[in-house]
C-alpha cells in the first residue's frame, strides 16, 4: 500500500516537474522539492517499515514459505530488486542531481522514479494476486512443495492485473488529497498562495482522473472476483441464497451471520449481475449453494490426500500418482478438516461440513467495509470535481467553506485503502492461498510467548516510526516552502522557450 502512495505523490511530482521544464518558472521548482521533501519523509518510512515484512515470511510464516517460496518467492524477489536497487538510484538522483543534472535529465529521472515505484508495487501485487489466484503452478508429491509451471500465467494473472491498476490509482488519489489539503491548510491560513494554489489545481485535475479510474477499474477488481473468488463476494453482498438473473445489488442490509439472513435490506435490480458477470442473464451463487460445492471438493480433496498418503509410502505407485493428478486441485480443501481432527481420512459427513461452513469469511466486516469504501470513492470523485470547477474559475482560494473540507477530508484515503485491504484479505480467509492452503497450517510452529513478545516489539517499533513520521511531516509543513528551499528566485529560461535576444533578432 505505501508502495501505490509514494507513486501517487510522485507522479504528481513529475506534473509539476514538467511545468517547470516547459516554462522555466521558478514557482514550479519550489512547488516539486517541497512536495519531494514530504514524500522523502514517506518513501524513508515505507523503506523502514517494508523491511521487515521481507524477514515475516520466514520467522512467522515458515510452513508457508516452504510449501510455496518456489512460486511466491519468485515476484518478490524481484521487486526487491527494483525497491532497493531501481528506486533507491532514482531517489538518490531525485534529490542529490538538482545542481548536478540539466533540467530535462532531472524530469527524466522524476518520472522513472515514478515508473520505478508503480513496478515495485506491480511485483508486490502479483504476488498477492497468487495469493488470490493461484494459477501457473502445480502441486509435486516429490517436493511436497509448489512449483511454478506457467510463469507468464503468473504474471497476467488477471486478479493480480486487477489488483494493481485498482490500487495504484488509489494511490494516486492519496497523494492528490494530501496535496489538495496541505494546500487548502495554506490557503486558510493565507500563506504560500501563489504555491498552494496551484498545487491546489494540480491536485484537482489530476486526483478527478484518479478517483474516476479507482471507480472504473473497481468494477474490473468486481468482475474477477466473481470469477474466481465467489464466496468472497457472496460475503460481501450478505447473499445467503443464490441472487437469480438479473442478479440485484444490495445497497443497504443488516446482515445476520446467527440467522444466516440480510435483513431490510435495500437492494439495486441488475447492478451485481453487471458487476459480477457482465450480464444480466447469469445467477449469482450464494454462501449457501457455494457450501454445498466446497462440501463436494473437500470429498474429491480427500481422494488426493489418499492417493498422496501412497506416494509417501511408495513413490513408484503409478496408480495413486494418476489419482493425484486427476484430484490435486482440491488437495487444499482436504487440508481444512486438519484444523478439526488429525486423521483427515476418517472425517465424519457432519466434520465435512463444519469444514465446509469454516470457508465462509466474516460476513459483517466485509458487508460494510465494501460499501463504506465504495461511499468514500463516490466522495473522493465529488471533492475532486468541486475542486477542479473552483480552480478553474480561479474562486478556489476564497471558496473556505470547501477549504475546511478538504482539509478535513485528509485522512480518508488511507481509511478507505484500509478498508479495501480488509475487503481483500479478510475475504479470502481461512485461506492463505485461495484453494491451495488453510491459513492455520501456513503459521511457524512457535510458543505463544514468543508471538507476543514479537508482536508488542513490532507495534512499539512501527509506533515509533509513526510518531518520527507524523513529526517530521508536521514539522516540515508548517516549515513550508520558504523556510524549507529559502527565498524564492527567478529561474533561467526553460530550453523549450526562445530567448530574448532571438526574439529581437527575429
Do not use: C
Amino acid at each position: 500500500m505505501a508502495k501505490s502512495h509514494t507513486s501517487g505523490r510522485t507522479t504528481s511530482q513529475g506534473a509539476d516537474q514538467t511545468v517547470y521544464v516547459m516554462t522555466g518558472r521558478e514557482i514550479w521548482r519550489r512547488m516539486v522539492k517541497f512536495w519531494g521533501a514530504l514524500f522523502g519523509i514517506n518513501f524513508a518510512m515505507g523503506v523502514a517499515t517494508g523491511v521487515t515484512m521481507e524477514f515475516q515470511f520466514g520467522t512467522n510464516w515458515a510452513y508457508y514459505s516452504h510449501y510455496v517460496g518456489d512460486v511466491f518467492g519468485a515476484p518478490l524477489a524481484i521487486e526487491g530488486m527494483m525497491a532497493f536497487f531501481l528506486e533507491a538510484t532514482f531517489i538518490g538522483l531525485f534529490f542529490f542531481g538538482w545542481e548536478r543534472l540539466s533540467r530535462v535529465g532531472h524530469l527524466v529521472v522524476t518520472w522513472l522514479l515514478a515508473l520505478g515505484t508503480d513496478l515495485s508495487a506491480l511485483w508486490i501485487l502479483i504476488a498477492n494476486g497468487w495469493m488470490q489466484n493461484p494459477v501457473g503452478a502445480t502441486f509435486n508429491p516429490d517436493t511436497m512443495r509448489m512449483e511454478v509451471s506457467d510463469f507468464s500465467a503468473l504474471i497476467f494473472n488477471p486478479v493480480a492485473q486487477a489488483k494493481f491498476v485498482h490500487t495504484v490509482s488509489a494511490g494516486y488519489v492519496t497523494g492528490a488529497v494530501f496535496v489538495l489539503a496541505i494546500s487548502a491548510l495554506y490557503l486558510l491560513r493565507g500563506r504560500h498562495v501563489d504555491l498552494a494554489k496551484r498545487s491546489a489545481t494540480v491536485a484537482a485535475s489530476f486526483g478527478l482522473a484518479a478517483a474516476l479510474s479507482v471507480v472504473v477499474l473497481g468494477d474490473e477488481s468486481g468482475y474477477t472476483t466473481g470469477e474466481n473468488q465467489r464466496m468472497k463476494l457472496a460475503a460481501i453482498e450478505a447473499m445467503w441464497k443464490t441472487e437469480p438473473a438479473p442478479a440485484s445489488f444490495t445497497l443497504f442490509g443488516i446482515p445476520d451471520a446467527e440467522a444466516r439472513e440480510t435483513r431490510y435490506e435495500v437492494k439495486v435490480p441488475w447492478m451485481l449481475g453487471l458487476i459480477a458477470t457482465r450480464s444480466i442473464s447469469k445467477e449469482v451463487s450464494g454462501i449457501e449453494d457455494l457450501v454445498k460445492d466446497v462440501e463436494l471438493r473437500i470429498r474429491f480433496g480427500l481422494m488426493a490426500y489418499e492417493a498422496l498418503e501412497k506416494i509417501k509410502v511408495d513413490r513408484t505407485d503409478v496408480m495413486a500418482r494418476a489419482k493425484l493428478e486427476a484430484t490435486s486441485g482440491e488437495l487444499g480443501y482436504a487440508l481444512l478438516l486438519k484444523k478439526i481432527r488429525p486423521d483427515v481420512l476418517n472425517a465424519t459427513d457432519a466434520e465435512i461440513a463444519q469444514a465446509a461452513w469454516s470457508t465462509v469469511p466474516p460476513v459483517s466486516p466485509l458487508f460494510w467495509s465494501f460499501r463504506i469504501m465504495v461511499a468514500l470513492g463516490f466522495f473522493f470523485i465529488g471533492l475532486f470535481a468541486t475542486a477542479f470547477v473552483l480552480a478553474s474559475r480561479g474562486r478556489i482560494a476564497s471558496s473556505r467553506a470547501f477549504l475546511w473540507v478538504a482539509l478535513l477530508a485528509l485522512p480518508t484515503p488511507w481509511i478507505a485503502g484500509e478498508l479495501g485491504w480488509i475487503v481483500a484479505e479478510v475475504g479470502r480467509q481461512p485461506w492463505v492461498i485461495e484453494g491451495v492452503m488453510p491459513t492455520f497450517l501456513a503459521v511457524s510452529s512457535v510458543s505463544a510467548g514468543n508471538v507476543w513478545t514479537t508482536l508488542i516489539g513490532f507495534v512499539v517499533f512501527y509506533s515509533a516510526l509513526a510518531v518520527v513520521d507524523m513529526f517530521l511531516m508536521v514539522k516540515t509543513i508548517r516549515m513550508g516552502p520558504d523556510l524549507l528551499l529559502g527565498p524564492a528566485r527567478d529561474a533561467p529560461a526553460s530550453p523549450w522557450t526562445p530567448r530574448p535576444a532571438a526574439i529581437a533578432a527575429e
